[in-house]
């Protein structure tokens, strides 16, 4: 049951160079997540406990997990992933019990970075989800709460949540003590663009009238997601052509073919 709904990784491979725009985010992670698995000792003699969890909010496909996974491949701590849409369950008991295995399985593997993705899903308030008045729901929610208190030495194991809809999220698990830490991961911006082309390109064949700044420019809505799948398409159109050398135009035809498939599927991030 563990294997199907955890994805347990000894070490992403994810770093912080494989992460464009988010500089204030990664640093801000790096201090509440990454100072305290790596020097606890500078908390205990400062006197104060690290952040509980922390919640990093924003639309799809900004890197949310990408931070989640660089910190944890920075601090050589096991990386442990569940969905919060996993914990929902019809049976009952069967969430909170989803909720105790994930903290045995972070404690089996300390140091843990423990992601808790779509976090909404067990987290929002009971006006705003069809699911979340239910009793099991805030039954599995409680739970979570609970296994966050219960931590004496919170060093070891790093909390990291997230979530698309901030505004669906139940205030009491933002309290002090709970995800106390918030952490906004917005959509790139021109210069983030950019240097999210040049990452996701570092190991194409690209032509030198390629123009990254230019591309930045003409995808003003495009998530960290959408550029990756920009490069992957302008690549296909390349090989289409019989060509192994990327051009611009092959980059211009993917941002459209990109732009007209998130059209019209209404999952991907606009
Ligand atoms: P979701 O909310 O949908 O789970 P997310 O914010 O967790 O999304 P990620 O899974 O981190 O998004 O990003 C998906 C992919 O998009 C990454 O594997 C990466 O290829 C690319 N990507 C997203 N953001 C960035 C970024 N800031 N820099 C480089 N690549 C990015």
Redesign the pocket.
Known sequence: VRARVMEVTESPDVSYE?????EEQMQEVRETVEMPLKSPEMFTEVGIDPPSGVL?Y??????????AKAVANQTDATFIKMAGSELVHKFIGEGAKLVRDLFEVAREHEPAVLFI??IDAIAATRTESKTSGDAEVQRTMMQLLSEMDGFEDRGEIRIIA?T?RFDMLDRAILRPGRFDRLIE?PK?TEE?RE??FQ??TRNMNVADDVDFAELAEITPEA???D??AVCTEAGMFAIRDERTEIRMEDFRSAWEKVQAESEEDPSV?K
């Open positions: 494989d992460i464009g725009g988010l990093l924003g639309p799809p496909g900004t890197g949310k997990t990408m931070l993705d779509e997230a698309n991961v790139p983030g240097l999210i990452i996701h998530s960290g997601a550029i990756k991030s």
